[in-house]
């Protein structure tokens, strides 16, 4: 993807071949972050429709990665699977739209496993569920009446807490590594690092964001588990780009890679945390 960009206001075009990792990296972001954060605010229709793009962009992604032939009708099931379930939740039947996923996910099953001819990826039918789930739990979140954005944006607050706490500390400490063949980068300081973090932000969450009575202890606990999450959602993204030597799902947003390398951790941390809501309110 090559875009063009007039450079302070003076009509000098600068392609993003001139341009660093970092610069691409800060320029997508300021050009996605306050979309999304005005779609997470906004809620209802603009989030749905926020969602919509990214589960669009991660089928496309996934599909593209994980199967060799009949790409397109792969691309085409996926999405229409994970669309349907999207409306279904929409119109608040979530129990109708979880059930699509998983049919959505036994037909990409018999299609890959039990069809002649050259034999697809069998992890392929996951698919559905890998991207579906993580966006219907981010529909729920944000819909509670009571504290949807707060668990929204606290959610995303604790993946980034997460990451930055693992990379600093897995900078600065080092030691082992905790599966250098799949991610070789990730230390046990790292991971601890990062749990210590999310900890921090999920008391603060709790305390000033959200309208709830949960214990300082319980909410360290929570947010210590989704930052586990967090890191194992990071560790099945980068084995499933080892498995078909890829680097990154795709190029979609410059210097960022695809949608699937940016919301790795959030796509295991959703449900986690929609089901810790409707179990004990967090």
């Given at each position: 993807?090559?875009?063009?960009?007039?450079?302070?206001?003076?009509?000098?075009?600068?392609?993003?071949?001139?341009?660093?990792?970092?610069?691409?990296?800060?320029?997508?972001?300021?050009?996605?972050?306050?979309?999304?954060?005005?779609?997470?605010?906004?809620?209802?229709?603009?989030?749905?429709?926020?969602?919509?793009?990214?589960?669009?962009?991660?089928?496309?992604?996934?599909?593209?990665?994980?199967?060799?032939?009949?790409i397109p009708a792969f691309m085409g099931l996926t999405g229409f699977v994970v669309f349907v379930s999207i409306y279904l939740a929409y119109t608040g039947q979530m129990s109708g739209a979880f059930s699509v996923l998983l049919i959505g996910a036994a037909c990409?099953?018999?299609?890959?496993?039990?069809?002649?001819?050259?034999?697809?990826?069998?992890?392929?039918?996951?698919?559905?569920?890998?991207?579906?789930?993580?966006?219907?739990?981010?529909?729920?979140?944000?819909?509670?009446?009571?504290?949807?954005?707060?668990?929204?944006?606290?959610?995303?607050?604790?993946?980034?807490?997460?990451?930055?706490?693992?990379?600093?500390?897995?900078?600065?400490?080092?030691?082992?590594?905790?599966?250098?063949?799949?991610?070789?980068?990730?230390?046990?300081?790292?991971?601890?690092?990062?749990?210590?973090?999310?900890?921090?932000?999920?008391?603060?969450?709790?305390?000033?964001?959200?309208?709830?009575?949960?214990?300082?202890?319980?909410?360290?606990?929570?947010?210590?588990?989704?930052?586990?999450?967090?890191?194992?959602?990071?560790?099945?993204?980068?084995?499933?780009?080892?498995?078909?030597?890829?680097?990154?799902?795709?190029?979609?947003?410059?210097?960022?890679?695809?949608?699937?390398?940016?919301?790795?951790?959030?796509?295991?941390?959703?449900?986690?945390?929609?089901?810790?809501?409707?179990?004990?309110?967090?």
């Open positions: 993807m090559n875009i063009v960009i007039d450079v302070e206001g003076t009509g000098r075009l600068v392609s993003n071949k001139n341009l660093s990792s970092l610069q691409l990296r800060v320029l997508s972001a300021s050009v996605l972050a306050p979309v999304a954060v005005a779609a997470l605010y906004l809620g209802g229709p603009y989030f749905t429709v926020f969602l919509i793009i990214a589960a669009s962009a991660m089928c496309f992604e996934w599909c593209k990665t994980s199967f060799i032939n009949n990409v099953l018999l299609l890959t496993w039990f069809r002649s001819g050259p034999k697809e990826w069998k992890g392929a039918f996951l698919g559905p569920l890998y991207i579906g789930v993580p966006v219907l739990s981010l529909m729920a979140l944000r819909a509670n009446e009571n504290d949807g954005f707060a668990l929204t944006v606290s959610l995303f607050f604790v993946v980034w807490a997460t990451d930055t706490g693992a990379y600093f500390a897995g900078r600065s400490i080092g030691g082992p590594k905790i599966a250098p063949f799949i991610s070789p980068n990730k230390t046990w300081a790292g991971l601890i690092g990062g749990m210590i973090c999310a900890a921090l932000v999920a008391v603060l969450s709790t305390q000033y964001l959200m309208q709830t009575d949960l214990s300082v202890i319980v909410a360290c606990v929570a947010g210590a588990l989704l930052a586990v999450l967090a890191q194992i959602g990071d560790f099945a993204e980068s084995g499933w780009k080892r498995y078909f030597k890829v680097k990154d799902a795709s190029n979609i947003i410059p210097g960022h890679g695809g949608v699937l390398d940016r919301l790795d951790g959030v796509l295991f941390v959703a449900p986690a945390l929609y089901f810790m809501n409707a179990l004990i309110g967090i």
